[in-house]
């Protein structure tokens, strides 16, 4: 079945503890990191992990969109993240990282920006839990999705099935009502979506609605 993580990136920031429960039935909560340097954006760090970890039961799914993950993504598994996402393009040493992540107690998962390549990272895909394919250039959520990204989440769970991996894969960026079923076709099982569930009336309903698509 179909995973559905929605983006606190576009919840009220002043109320979060109450934007997390609002989102009930949704697989994980997924924490958009920004650091202003690898992305053009800032968001949150450690200490709202933290206090965000403590104030829901839903398990949290941190993307960290910073330089020098190798330094910080530990320090996310221990504020309480029970998986953490590095970028493929920041970090010095993916497979080392994966490792101290996976050793630590949390499922590790390196992110792709649309123009990098999945094919060089083949042989570290049994490293990973989970692959992120951007389908929008990361840093801002509302952003429309990026269609031509659609070949590469098709040959990304080409390469898994290939290997016989449990890897999941996972998509982030313009992910709604009218782009989750071409994600889906492609192989995505893990759907990242901000401004489709906490833009919505009934945040609830939008998870289930999601859901059902992408399972169709
Ligand atoms: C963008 C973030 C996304 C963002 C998605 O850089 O990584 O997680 O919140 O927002 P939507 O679903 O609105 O595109
Ligand atoms: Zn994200």
């Not at 123009?115 to 895909?125: I, K, Q, S």
């Given at each position: 079945m179909a995973q559905i993580n929605p983006s606190i990136l576009s919840a009220d920031f002043a109320r979060l503890a109450e934007e997390a429960k609002a989102v009930r039935g949704a697989d994980w909560l997924h924490v958009d990191v920004m650091d202003n340097h690898f992305v053009p954006n800032l968001t949150l760090g450690i200490p709202v992990v933290e206090s965000l970890?403590?104030?829901?039961?839903?398990?949290?799914?941190?993307?960290?969109?910073?330089e020098s993950p190798d330094r910080w993504a530990p320090q996310?598994?221990?504020?309480?993240?029970?998986?953490?996402t590095f970028h493929a393009e920041a970090a010095a040493a993916p497979v080392r990282l994966a490792r101290e992540i996976r050793a630590k107690g949390a499922r590790a998962s390196m992110a792709l920006k649309p123009?990098?390549?999945?094919?060089?990272?083949?042989?570290?895909?049994p490293e990973l839990d989970m692959l992120l394919v951007m389908t929008v250039e990361p840093g801002f959520g509302g952003q429309a999705f990026l269609d031509i990204m659609l070949p590469k989440i098709r040959r990304t769970?080409?390469?898994?099935?290939?290997?016989?991996?449990?890897?999941?894969?996972?998509?982030?960026?313009?992910?709604?009502?009218?782009?989750?079923?071409?994600?889906?076709?492609?192989?995505?099982?893990?759907f990242v979506a901000g401004s489709a569930v906490y833009g919505a009336e009934d945040p609830v309903q939008a998870v289930r609605t999601l859901r059902e698509q992408a399972d169709r």
């Open positions: 970890s403590r104030a829901t039961g839903t398990p949290l799914d941190c993307h960290l969109m910073i996310y598994v221990e504020a309480g993240a029970g998986s953490v123009a990098t390549p999945v094919e060089p990272y083949e042989d570290l895909l769970r080409e390469l898994i099935n290939k290997h016989g991996l449990e890897l999941w894969l996972q998509v982030d960026g313009g992910v709604s009502e009218s782009t989750i079923e071409r994600c889906a076709e492609a192989g995505a099982d893990v």
